[in-house]
């Protein structure tokens, strides 16, 4: 009795397409936003405990790590709304509202909330 061939597995098949490469990548940096969760939870125990968040923010290791997890979140979250318009289909007045529309409220939205929280995070006393 013999078996059905079965081919070897390709562990690299999403190289081989730009789009599936990029949809891969987008579902690594995952790991990145849990591992900013992470940092700020600490950041956020050590404040309220009464210990130095500098302490353990300021370590080498700790600074290269989020340097890579900004860079990666970032990713995440343009990709992140880029998409919006493919789930979200938003119409007025019966007129289905363009992709680059949906696209441009997203960015502008994020803009200005992250300008908000800069200028209270950066802000001197």
Not at 26 to 38: C, N, P, Q, Y
Not at 71 to 79: G, L, M, R, S
Not at 107 to 114: M, P, Q, R, V
Request: proline share 6%; aromatic share 12%; glycine share 4%.
């Amino acid at each position: 009795m013999t078996t059905a061939y079965r081919p070897p597995r390709d562990h690299a098949w999403f190289l081989r397409n730009r789009t599936c490469a990029l949809f891969v990548a987008r579902e690594l940096t995952s790991v990145f936003v849990a591992w900013a969760i992470v940092f700020l939870m600490v950041v956020i125990d050590a404040v309220l405990n009464g210990g130095d968040p500098a302490a353990f923010a300021g370590q080498p290791w700790v600074i290269a790590l989020n340097v890579v997890a900004l860079a990666a979140t970032t990713f995440h979250a343009v990709t992140f709304l880029n998409l919006a318009p493919k789930a979200t289909v938003v119409r007025l007045d019966g007129y289905r509202l363009p992709a680059w529309m949906i696209q441009g409220g997203n960015h502008s939205a994020w803009l200005l909330i992250s300008a908000v929280i800069a200028y209270f995070v950066l802000r001197t006393p």
